[in-house]
């Protein structure tokens, strides 16, 4: 393949990493094209945050080729800094200023001059939904409102890559929804965006192309289609009050995954309107009455089980509750 079309934005070659003995980055190998957005998706502990302090110059290497909007770390590492921003799950933002002070501030020690500072300033207020909030302290934000103004500020001085580290981890659905609009608009500009997450719903949503890690090596790259169609953890689970009812719709539902102990019945679906209407068409009966009905669609769960046959492998520190 030719990683030259249409120029890459960020290239690494067999990137490793030690914390002491702990092998965290075990010869990463990817490549982001200019004003693509690609999501390093992995559970915790995984090396996705090390990835990210390492392309954004915050912490050094032990090998590996690392280039990022054209300059080569460790040598360039301030032409790098001067072409990128990270936001993270440790947030730039100071509480105790307002929205508008903090977006100021950092257009100040960009040296942008005071006319030009409250022009972006005014503008990224603007274009993040927080001209309402701008003259309120930053600690009277809710969790998207400060997401969004920490990106705001990220953006200040026009970076041509911005890394997001987990940009919605612990965000409710709604605000979640908002920073993804905000993140492609951001990548419909031109921005180059390397985001990292644990939920593959939200690389689906967003990502160009998604990298799998885990361990501190991608096991997996592709579009989302390619990497969904590994999956086939989508299924509906039905559940049935009494053993009568459980043996119809095992007749009835020929191919579901069947559990006699707690009376369910898993039957495999891509989530589609037409396939859900097909399986409620089978059980709409007058003998056959569903206690519970529950779609499950793929998460990373699904993805590791589909690589690897088994959850997860051994050197994440992950839990279940970490993956929705
Ligand atoms: P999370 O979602 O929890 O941030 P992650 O995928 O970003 O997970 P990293 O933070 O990159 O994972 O951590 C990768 C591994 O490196 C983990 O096993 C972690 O315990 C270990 N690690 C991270 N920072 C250090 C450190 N400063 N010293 C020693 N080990 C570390």
Same mark, same amino acid.
């Given at each position: +393949?030719?990683?030259?079309?249409?120029?890459?934005?960020?290239?690494?070659?067999?990137?490793?990493?030690?914390?002491?003995?702990?092998?965290?980055?075990?010869?990463?190998?990817?490549?982001?094209?200019?004003?693509?957005?690609?999501?390093?998706?992995?559970?915790?502990?995984?090396?996705?945050?090390?990835?990210?302090?390492?392309?954004?110059?915050?912490?050094?290497?032990?090998?590996?080729?690392?280039?990022?909007?054209?300059?080569?770390l460790?040598?360039?590492?301030q032409?790098?800094?001067?072409?990128?921003?990270?936001?993270?799950?440790?947030?730039?933002?100071?509480?105790?200023?307002?929205?508008?002070?903090n977006? +100021?501030?950092?257009?100040?020690?960009?040296?942008?001059?005071?006319?030009?500072?409250?022009r972006?300033?005014?503008?990224?207020?603007?274009?993040?939904?927080?001209?309402?909030?701008?003259?309120?302290?930053?600690?009277?934000?809710?969790?998207?409102?400060?997401?969004?103004?920490?990106?705001? +500020?990220s953006?200040?001085?026009?970076?041509?890559?911005?890394?997001?580290?987990?940009?919605?981890?612990?965000?409710?659905?709604?605000?979640?929804?908002? +920073?993804?609009?905000?993140?492609?608009?951001?990548?419909?500009?031109?921005?180059?965006?390397?985001?990292?997450?644990?939920?593959?719903?939200?690389?689906?949503?967003?990502?160009?192309?998604?990298?799998?890690?885990?361990?501190?090596?991608?096991?997996?790259?592709?579009?989302?289609?390619?990497?969904?169609?590994?999956?086939?953890?989508?299924?509906?689970?039905?559940?049935?009050?009494?053993?009568?009812?459980?043996?119809?719709?095992?007749?009835?539902?020929?191919?579901?995954?069947?559990?006699?102990?707690?009376?369910?019945?898993?039957?495999?679906?891509?989530?589609?309107?037409?396939?859900?209407?097909?399986?409620?068409?089978?059980?709409?009966?007058?003998?056959?009455s569903?206690?519970?009905?529950?779609?499950?669609?793929?998460?990373?769960?699904?993805?590791?089980?589909?690589?690897?046959g088994?959850?997860?492998a051994?050197?994440?520190?992950?839990?279940?509750?970490?993956?929705?």
């Amino acid at each position: +393949m030719n990683h030259d079309e249409p120029g890459d934005a960020i290239r690494v070659h067999g990137l490793t990493k030690k914390y002491g003995d702990h092998l965290v980055l075990d010869g990463l190998d990817l490549h982001v094209p200019v004003g693509r957005i690609f999501a390093l998706l992995g559970a915790n502990g995984a090396g996705k945050t090390t990835t990210v302090r390492i392309l954004s110059t915050l912490l050094p290497f032990d090998s590996g080729q690392v280039t990022v909007a054209g300059h080569s770390l460790p040598g360039a590492a301030q032409s790098v800094r001067r072409s990128i921003s990270v936001t993270g799950q440790y947030a730039a933002v100071d509480k105790v200023l307002t929205g508008r002070e903090n977006l +100021m501030l950092v257009a100040e020690l960009n040296h942008l001059g005071r006319t030009e500072s409250r022009r972006r300033t005014a503008e990224l207020l603007d274009r993040f939904d927080l001209v309402g909030a701008a003259d309120r302290r930053a600690e009277t934000y809710s969790g998207g409102m400060a997401r969004r103004l920490d990106l705001a +500020m990220s953006l200040v001085a026009h970076p041509q890559v911005v890394f997001l580290d987990e940009p919605t981890t612990g965000l409710d659905p709604r605000s979640r929804r908002e +920073m993804w609009s905000v993140i492609r608009e951001l990548a419909d500009g031109g921005v180059t965006i390397f985001l990292t997450t644990q939920y593959l719903e939200e690389a689906d949503e967003l990502a160009d192309r998604i990298a799998v890690i885990d361990g501190g090596a991608i096991v997996a790259e592709g579009t989302p289609t390619e990497l969904k169609k590994l999956v086939n953890g989508g299924h509906v689970e039905l559940q049935f009050a009494d053993r009568t009812q459980f043996d119809r719709a095992a007749v009835a539902l020929p191919g579901a995954v069947t559990d006699a102990g707690t009376l369910t019945v898993e039957v495999p679906t891509d989530g589609s309107i037409a396939s859900l209407k097909t399986l409620l068409d089978r059980i709409d009966s007058p003998e056959l009455s569903v206690e519970q009905f529950a779609l499950h669609t793929p998460d990373l769960d699904d993805v590791f089980f589909a690589l690897t046959g088994a959850p997860r492998a051994t050197g994440s520190d992950s839990t279940k509750a970490a993956v929705r």
